[in-house]
T-cell receptor, first 117, second 106 residues
Framework: NAGVMQNPRHLVRRRGQEARLRCSPM?????VYWYRQLPEEGLKFMVY????????ESGMPKERFSAEFPKEGPSILRIQQVVRGDSAAYFC???????????????FGEGSRLTVL | LAKTTQPISMDSYEGQEVNITCSHN???????ITWYQQFPSQGPRFIIQ???TKVTNEVASLFIPADRKSSTLSLPRVSLSDTAVYYC???????FGAGTRLTVKP
């Protein structure tokens, strides 16, 4: 059973370009979270999605950032017009569907490291 | 949404037991407490999860008092490979705090 797959693992962009980060959750998982991590810091929540729905995007900047989790295919975190401050590791996590509030047992990918020149 | 607080760092020696405590005063009734381990350049890895009292698995124990406002991760007989950052998580939408950087020395 493959784990959470993120790609690319490393991405270099120049200021003003777009970055697209992809996340394929574990088989059978319908919940996806995206987090951002700066060096020596914890993971900051960005967005929580279920298939075709954004459940909570309170941690995501209102401008330039967007996320989707289509019915088919991976979840995508898109950053438009990147700036140097967007340089970070972006982690995706998935969790299985649950009939009650999500328990917080998350399965993480290895992250995508974005460097903005 | 619940916020967590942990010691920034801890040092230990091989073979010792390590206890890391996390405070989560505003934990909600439905929240579970989950601990993760993260090595450099890797994603966090699930260690253990509990709701109340004590939970034990093959790698750790988790102690949760009755009021659930804190929890303690216990790692028995640590080795050098346990050097990592440890996070407690109460609400996935709150994100992770800074975690506890555990350094195990020979």
């Amino acid at each position: 059973n493959a784990g959470v797959m993120q790609n690319p693992r490393h991405l270099v962009r120049r200021r003003g370009q777009e970055a697209r980060l992809r996340c394929s959750p574990m088989k059978g998982h319908s919940h996806v979270y995206w987090y951002r991590q700066l060096p020596e810091e914890g993971l900051k929540f960005m967005v929580y999605l279920q298939k075709e729905n954004i459940i909570d995007e309170s941690g995501m900047p209102k401008e330039r950032f967007s996320a989707e989790f289509p019915k088919e295919g991976p979840s995508i975190l898109r950053i438009q017009q990147v700036v140097r401050g967007d340089s970070a590791a972006y982690f995706c996590a998935s969790s299985p569907p649950t009939i009650r509030r999500d328990t917080g047992e998350l399965f993480f990918g290895e992250g995508s490291r974005l460097t903005v020149l | 949404l619940a916020k967590t607080t942990q010691p920034i760092s801890m040092d230990s020696y091989e073979g010792q037991e390590v206890n890391i405590t996390c405070s989560h005063n505003n934990i909600a009734t439905n929240d579970y407490i989950t601990w993760y381990q993260q090595f450099p350049s890797q994603g966090p890895r699930f260690i253990i999860q509990g709701y109340k009292t004590k939970v034990t698995n093959e790698v750790a124990s988790l102690f949760i008092p009755a009021d659930r406002k804190s929890s303690t991760l216990s790692l028995p007989r640590v080795s050098l490979s346990d050097t990592a950052v440890y996070y407690c998580l109460v609400d996935p939408r709150r994100g992770f705090g800074a975690g506890t950087r555990l350094t195990v020395k020979p």
